[in-house]
């Protein structure tokens, strides 16, 4: 079955530190890959997303992800964390089919130590 | 407005009565989804509307959930007889179409006493 992993539930960082959070997907061929963020009290907010070529993505607030297609893996990487980068990050995938349905990893909850 | 509106923000209710959550999505986009939060569940996908087509109901938990797209626009989720286990945080995003670029609303709290 197609599934989404998320290893780790909370990260905590310190400030200014680097940031990779881990996602892993089991899948039948490469997915669409894609990462979302949601803020306390805001909606979820795609951060970046890989659809195929060249396998480091760049993505808004100065997130980056790396596709690995032999570890089967889409973790998201931030050279320099930021307070307001607090929140919880939530890797997805898209569903064999299309439809744009996602199916969602459980979610990294990111804290930042100031 | 600019983003996609849910509501209502909060709603308690008792076992065994009927709710229904609101989603006001996107001018313009076709695409509408409603997903479920549960505490360390991450997002649960319930259904999908896409223009004209048949709903993707796939995700629905069980026939006490239904949902409904009017005029390509606003939906409605409706969860009959609720239950404790429903407790959630209910998501509604809409799209353009475009792979993946879902915009979510800030979502409906629902708590069943």
């Known amino acids: 079955a197609q599934s989404v992993t998320q290893p780790d539930i909370h990260i905590t960082v310190s400030e200014g530190a680097s940031l990779e959070l881990r996602c892993n997907y089991s899948?039948?061929?490469?997915?669409?890959l894609f990462w979302y963020v949601q803020s306390p009290g805001q909606g979820l907010q795609l951060l970046l997303k890989?659809?195929?070529?060249?396998?480091l993505v760049q993505g808004i607030k100065g997130f980056e992800a790396e596709f690995k297609r032999s570890q089967s893996s889409f973790n998201l990487r931030k050279p320099s964390v930021h307070w307001s980068d607090a929140a919880e990050y939530f890797c997805?995938?898209?569903?064999?089919?299309?439809?744009?349905?996602?199916?969602f990893g459980t979610g990294t909850q990111l804290k930042v130590e100031l | 407005g600019a983003g996609v509106s849910q509501s209502p923000s909060n709603k308690v209710t008792e076992k065994g009565k009927d709710v229904e959550l609101r989603c006001d999505p996107i001018?313009?986009?076709?695409?509408l989804y409603w997903y479920r939060q549960s505490l360390g569940q991450g997002l649960e996908f319930l259904i999908y509307?896409?223009?004209?087509?048949?709903?993707?109901k796939s995700g629905l938990p069980s026939d006490r959930f239904s949902a409904e797209r009017t005029g390509g626009s606003v939906s409605t989720l409706t969860i009959q007889r609720t239950q404790q286990e429903d407790s959630a945080v209910y998501l509604c995003?809409?799209?353009?179409?475009?792979?993946?670029?879902?915009?979510f609303g800030e979502g409906s709290r629902l708590t069943v006493l």
């Open positions: 995003a809409s799209s353009q179409g475009i792979t993946g670029e879902l915009f």
């Open positions: 899948y039948g061929a490469t997915p669409y």
């Open positions: 890989y659809f195929s070529g060249d396998t």
């Open positions: 997805a995938v898209e569903l064999t089919g299309g439809g744009n349905k996602l199916t």
């Open positions: 001018s313009g986009h076709t695409a």
């Open positions: 509307f896409q223009g004209n087509s048949a709903p993707d």
